[in-house]
């Protein structure tokens, strides 16, 4: 800071003094006080006016130098607001309190971005192993194929190995799709598409996608009702289609019943069921209770996704279980009287 700055950001209180000093001399010259009396007087406020601007403008410049010092030293400068001295005025002091307030928001700011960033990291940790796993099946698939070639029926065989090989794909494709949704739903801005869907077709589409990992696993489905909705329609089809892989992993031989009535779509299993006191954490990031750990393969992202998903498209979701009896999910539709983004 030079000095100049310093004595124009002191010109409202220069001013101020002028026009008392000089409406003080002419009080004094209407009173006939000496002009030389009004002269000293005069020259004496002038003097102490410059010695108060040069002891301020020297005070301010070595605070200010102290606080370049400390910026200088600080590794993450939005951490200022925490370690700024304290000031004495009022005014700077308001300053220095809304500085607090936004070094405290960058601050939250940042440990939200690196929470982020660290769970995007194990989640793409987690997201490669279980992409081993059907890339690995399927070269075992074809290294069992050269083995027993020329042995049996070679058609049956040929149509064995690529129903086998499907199957693995398709759990691939899902692994690559979930990871994609979990990459736009952390995005900033919205993508969704709203437009008017029916319920049935999103069903069926889902149903379709992944009949060779129903078929693999013994499960068999049974669709009721339909309505029309305003939605996002290829998303709640991933929603289904997260709910169906939990089926086809968790619950192999069991029967799936699926209900479209308005509003709200419900996928009701026969399983194994979810234990009463984990009911409330299988949404949760990372959570693979009893059942995944048994099973193994778990990421404890599937539930968690669907619920960030249907928090953004506004759709409730609702979960119901009963150990060794039955798990039903509903997914509830808010009313839209018209399409949008």
């Known amino acids: 800071m030079k000095f100049g700055e310093y004595v124009y950001s002191k010109a409202v209180t220069l001013c101020f003094l002028g026009i008392g000093t000089l409406l003080l001399d002419i009080f ?28 301020g403008f020297l005070i301010e410049k070595d605070r200010i130098q102290r606080l370049e010092q400390v910026v200088n030293e600080l590794p993450e400068k939005y951490l200022l607001g925490e370690v700024i001295p304290k000031p004495v005025h009022a005014v700077e002091y308001r300053y220095y309190e ?22 995007y990291c194990e989640y793409v940790e987690s997201w490669i192993h279980e992409m081993r796993t059907p890339l690995t099946a399927c070269s075992l698939i074809l290294d069992r194929a050269k083995e027993t070639d020329g042995c049996g029926d070679a058609w049956n065989g040929a149509e064995d190995v690529s129903r086998k090989l499907r199957r693995e794909l398709k759990r691939a494709d899902n692994l690559t799709e979930s990871i994609l949704y979990y990459a736009r739903m952390r995005r900033v801005g919205n993508e969704t598409q709203i437009r008017k869907v029916r319920a049935a077709e999103l069903i069926r589409e889902a149903l379709w996608s992944q009949m060779e990992l129903l078929t693999a696993a013994g499960i068999s489905a049974e669709v009721t009702g339909d309505f029309e909705v305003y939605t996002d329609g290829k998303t709640v089809c991933f929603l289904l289609k997260q709910l169906l892989i939990n089926c086809a992993k968790y619950c192999p031989g069991c029967h ?20 009463s006191h984990e009911l409330r954490r299988v949404t949760d990031r990372g959570y693979t209770g009893s059942n995944g750990k048994r099973l193994g393969g778990s990421t404890g992202m599937g539930l968690y996704i669907v619920k960030e998903l249907c928090s953004q498209l506004e759709i409730g979701l609702e979960l119901a279980s009963v150990e060794g009896s039955y798990t039903r999910i509903a997914l509830i539709f808010p009313c839209r009287e018209k399409t949008g983004i």
Do not use: H, Y
Not at 99 to 118: D, F, L, N, P
Not at 256 to 275: F, H, L, M, R, W
């Open 28 to 55: 004094l010259a209407v009173t006939e006080v000496a002009l030389a009396f009004i002269f000293a007087l005069t020259v004496a406020i002038g003097v102490m006016a410059a010695l108060w601007l040069v002891a």
């Open 98 to 119: 809304i500085m607090k307030e936004v070094s405290q928001a960058a601050i939250a700011a940042v440990e939200k971005a690196e929470r982020e960033k660290e769970e």
């Open 256 to 275: 799936i019943c699926i209900s479209a009535k308005t509003g709200k779509i419900t996928v009701e299993d026969n399983g194994i069921g979810i234990p």
